[in-house]
């Protein structure tokens, strides 16, 4: 039975444009430079999972409107993430990638490219060797960009997405190699911490059984509970009143929320959306019961991320649960959206 949509607020970024996504999947710039004269930017998120491009044209008022964003999955940590290096053939699918957004780059005659790196490349011996291949080959100046730094910038994302007050909010980004999470308020980040607890981190370390078992799911929330213990001290001192998940796997549980219960139009246009937990429970569960393959056919679920959707999903409702939080916030805008700002009112 389809439910009555959740009301939603109205947008809050500065995009007017409609937005075109694609996801494909394949087996010296700074975040913070000025703009220039530029007036057509491209900004490559060099993320764990995929790279993530998004290009804009940039108006003189320090606002912007997007002219196309896409994704392509990279899986750049697979099989050698915890191990601290990138393997040969991911390595060379994430150059693949970026020949793939260069010549995306080119049809819109862009002007100005930024592109940073996140977890898997700066926790990788072979990181710097990664950046001096894309410059060698594609002349693209990455920089790669601290955890700190990365969670920073995604609050200034998702700021700009979503209407924020003073009540304290809990921000997650869950990537591939790291997960950061942000207390904050519409005014200031409050604290901030980036966790090597990655999606893709932590697959490779437990390799769950398919589907997931119980004693399993133990493991993994006392793990998680070990690993987190900084973020239940700054909670203690700085209560929140809700979770706002930034994009990625947000926006997965939100697609088949809207598949399953509502339909995929209430997404369409929006910056945000808040969540009926009753709704995420019942796709927890249902994730969490379900295979692989039965995952890749669950509608609103992309398929690069039909394998990690388990440790998300856990990883979401392990911090629900634990901090008893009664409100979740979609935030569709992330760390290049955060970019974007900050580069327009630098």
Known sequence: MKRKPTPTLPKGGRINAKITKQISALPNSSPSGRLGGASRIAIIDLGTNTFNLLIAEVNSDKT???LFQTKIGVKLGEGGINKGFIAPLPFQRGIEALKTHQQTIKKYNVEKIVAFATSAIRGASNGIEFVTKAKEELNIDIQIISGDREAELIYYGVRNAVKMAQQTSLIIDIGGGST????????????????????????????????????????????????????????????????????????????????????????????????????CRIIHQMILKSTLSERLQMKGLAQMRADMIVISSILVHFIVDSFAIPKMRLSTYSLKEGVMWEILNS
């Open 64 to 66: 912007y409107q997007l």
């Open 180 to 279: 950061e999470f942000i207390i904050s308020n519409h005014n200031q980040i409050i604290w901030k911490q980036s966790f090597l607890l990655g999606i893709a981190r932590l697959l490779e370390l437990f390799n769950p059984s398919d589907p997931i078992t119980d004693k399993e799911l133990k493991t993994i929330a006392d793990y998680l509970n070990q690993q987190l213990q900084p973020l239940f001290e700054a909670v203690k001192k700085y209560p929140v009143t809700e979770l706002i998940g930034a994009s990625g796997s947000f926006d997965s549980i939100a697609e088949m929320v809207a598949y399953k219960f509502y339909a995929p139009a209430i997404l369409e246009g929006k910056t945000e959306f808040t969540f009926n937990l009753d709704d």
